[in-house]
């Protein structure tokens, strides 16, 4: 033994290996020790100041504790961000390239084959499909890598404490910043039909913030039931492609559904993936004019913002303690 | 007796970790037949709000009721054989594991010494020091002071400048030595090793037992998982020994690891 420093040798105990034993808590402590003799492990827990550990903490503190991981949790974002492309040859042209192309499928099939701009000239199509597409797959990638937030990241949540908030966090900042790389090919596909920059397009920013925070909120609620059902990372596409075609990402839903009754439309129009991309439409396109959006559409979009993020926060905070069991 | 005479006059100790009769145990999806199929996942489904058992969910029991107390100070190794439940014993001190029954209670944040999961492969070395420092809870303003400490400590940079190549480029050994001297770098309360020690060449290995002693005079207390003997012996003063989920013995090093010995048959 090559001790440092003299230290106390604690009494040898030896327990029978029988299953199910069960000991007498006192008696099981390591080193009795005569001030604290005879004192449940709650009493002498309580006499040093010990706190239960791993206990979910409270909601302020928790958010507090968040804000200190904040570098963490934008490093980690931007280390995946870059990650993901890092073995291809073309690097980082990837994150540009990789939404340009989603574009230009989505125009042949739509576009070209299926002949889905009805009421509505090239000059304003293209850019209004370009746009429902990018929008919609920052929401579709912020659910779905939420989904795996927790159950994808096990090792992660076993090996280290930080507020678990910090995985759906930062996996929704790290499509935001997917996003804006899209949003170079957007500007570019904007201008080039046509539209010219102009003070709307600064309009694009409260959107953008506000489709963050639904997409975070939605990225909570989706970790904490991912973590208790991996089997949703199954099934999630599937209602992410449903949603996909009842939001109007590619066509627009008031002259689609002309001839059914308005409240289908309504409904589908205050539906908030397509709230958040009819203002993106607004602000950029010149040929969307504000008679394409339903009533009340920025108290929509901050109460759908605020309803999400608030509400998933609280609810995913309300299991912390519970992540990475079994 | 002595001993506790000794102990008083030293000042009473000072508890930092206690466990009560702690009971953990891990819940395995469809393992009830091994084989996952369809008809048994059907069932499982149908049968919800069943107990556990019915529905095919299998139950390990890992901790069977574990007691002890730590004092500030102390180095406590953890043997057993693979499987009895000593990196689950860890985890759930570090409060990174519920307890089914029973408590932990802890001064502090005790943190376990394992940064690999935040590292990865695909980023350069230095920023998976960062990245690490970070997911530590490190201050920005730490790591950078501690940045080229880290990187000394690994001896990534002794043959060329590695440190700006992705990790998948490192030979295992190498990203070992990164990831222990990342892990290394914080100080902690109550810090926990698990298998640390077995990474590196012999010169590190040296290298990463002088950190080792270093963090526990900072640290209130160090638990250390290890399947080599000597290096328990090296390092920890008081020894658990657990076997299938309970405490066998709980001692000094030299008795517990006699015993310990004699069972295994070494």
Known sequence: MSCPHPLRIPKTKVFPLVSETTHDGTVALGTPVSPDDGLTSAQLADRYGLSVSGARPSLVEYVRQLWDRRHFILAFSRAKLTAQYSQAKLGQLWQVATPLLNAAVYFFIFGLILKADRGMSRDVYIPFLVTGVFVFTFTQSSVMAGVRAISGNLGLVRALHFPRASLPISFSLQQLQQLLFSMIVLFAVAIGFGSIPDLSWLLIVPVLALQFLFNTGLALIMARAGAKTPDLAQLMPFVMRTWMYASGVMFSIPIMLEDKPGWVADILQVNPASIYMDLMRFALIEGYSADNLPDHVWALAGGWALLLAAGGFVYFWKAEERYGRG | ?266
């Open chain 2, 1 to 266: 007796m002595a001993e506790h005479q000794e102990t008083e006059r030293a000042g009473a100790p000072i508890p930092t970790v206690i466990a009560d009769e702690l009971h953990i145990v891990y819940r395995v999806n469809g393992a009830k037949t091994g084989k996952g199929s369809a008809t048994a996942a059907l069932s499982r489904i149908i049968r919800r709000g069943s107990d556990d058992t019915a529905r095919g969910v299998r139950k390990v029991h890992a901790v069977r009721g574990v007691s002890f107390v730590a004092y500030r100070g102390e180095a406590i190794g953890l043997i057993g054989s693979n499987g009895s439940g000593k990196s689950t014993l860890l985890r759930a001190i570090a409060g990174l594991l519920p307890a089914e029954r029973g408590k932990v209670y802890t001064d502090g944040q005790p943190s376990l010494l394992g940064v690999n999961a935040a590292l990865m492969n695909d980023l350069t070395g230095e920023r998976n020091v960062i990245l690490g420092g970070l997911a530590m809870g490190m201050s920005r303003e730490q790591i950078m002071a501690r940045y080229q400490g880290i990187v000394d400590f690994s001896g990534i940079n002794e043959k060329g400048d590695f440190i700006t190549l992705p990790m998948r480029t490192y030979s295992s050994g190498m990203a070992a030595r990164l990831r222990f001297s990342i892990a290394a770098a914080k100080d902690h309360d109550v810090l926990m090793i698990d298998e640390a020690l077995a990474t590196g060449d012999r010169k590190f290995q040296k290298r990463s037992e002088q950190r080792i002693r270093e963090l526990r005079k900072e640290a209130g207390t160090v638990f250390l998982v290890s399947h080599n003997n000597k290096s328990i012996r090296d390092t920890c003063d008081r020894v658990l020994w657990l076997e299938r989920g309970e405490l066998r013995m709980d001692g000094p090093t030299d008795e517990v690891l006699k015993e310990y010995e004699k069972f295994t048959g070494k």
